[in-house]
């Protein structure tokens, strides 16, 4: 799936399933593997969940590894 459609699929659907492409979160979530997504809200997000978002029109599936009141600090799994 382009990641035009996963974005549309985002905005439409509370849950999707997707298979990533890359090696940046290799030992946690493996390239190809099938990916459950959950839609919610920033505040029930915790240190160490795996998140979806777009950058530069790029989808990026990364680890939160630090956050406060008003930031979200993400990295790969490498």
């Given at each position: ?68 009141d ?9």
């Amino acid at each position: 799936m382009e990641d035009a459609q996963i974005i549309e699929e985002v905005n439409t659907n509370v849950i999707i399933q997707i298979r990533p492409t890359g090696g940046s979160m290799r030992g946690r979530i493996e390239e190809g593997q099938l990916v459950t997504l959950i839609k919610t809200s920033p505040d029930t997000l915790n240190t160490g969940d795996a998140v979806l978002l777009v950058c530069k029109n790029k989808l990026i599936l990364h680890i939160i590894i630090f956050m406060n009141d008003k930031y979200f600090l993400i990295g790969n799994n490498l």
